[in-house]
C-alpha cells in the first residue's frame, strides 16, 4: 500500500517562499505520477502541479503563475513543491497524491498524504 507523507507547511508573510516535501513509500516511486493539491477552508480541493514518474512534464495551475516548481527525486522517493512569492490566497492544507495517469484532476489520484498547513499573512 502506498503511504505518503508531506511536510514543509508553516506559517510565513506574504512574499516568502515555502518548500513542501512528500515523503512516498510502498510501491515503486518512478511508477507514479505525483501531484499537489490543495484545500482552503470552505473550498474544494483543487490541483496545484503535476509532474510525471520521470520527471519530464510537469503542468501547473493557472494561479501558480510561475511562481511555484514541482520537482521530484526518484533516488530518494520524494517530492516536491517549491513556493515562492506567496500570497494571502495560497493559505490552505496541501496535499501530495500519487497516480498511475497523468491527469490533473482530482478522481484520478489513487492516494494521497495526510496534508499540510501553509499559511500566509498580509
Known amino acids: 500500500q502506498v503511504q505518503l507523507v508531506e511536510s514543509g507547511g508553516g506559517l510565513v508573510q506574504a512574499g516568502d517562499s515555502l518548500s513542501l516535501s512528500c515523503s512516498f513509500s510502498?510501491?515503486?516511486?518512478?511508477?507514479?505520477?505525483m501531484g499537489w493539491f490543495r484545500q482552503a477552508p470552505g473550498k474544494e480541493r483543487e490541483f496545484v502541479a503535476i509532474?510525471?514518474?520521470?520527471?519530464?512534464?510537469?503542468r501547473y495551475a493557472e494561479f501558480v503563475k510561475g511562481r511555484f516548481t514541482i520537482s521530484r527525486d526518484n533516488s530518494k522517493d520524494m517530492a516536491y513543491l517549491q513556493m515562492n512569492n506567496l500570497e494571502p490566497e495560497d493559505t490552505a492544507v496541501y496535499y501530495c497524491?500519487?497516480?498511475?495517469?497523468?491527469?490533473?484532476?482530482?478522481?484520478?489520484?489513487?492516494?494521497w498524504g495526510q496534508g499540510t498547513q501553509v499559511t500566509v499573512s498580509s
Open positions: 497524491g500519487a497516480a498511475g495517469i497523468f491527469r490533473t484532476t482530482r478522481e484520478s489520484f489513487d492516494y
Open positions: 510502498g510501491r515503486t516511486f518512478r511508477s507514479y505520477v
Open positions: 509532474i510525471s514518474g520521470q520527471g519530464s512534464s510537469r
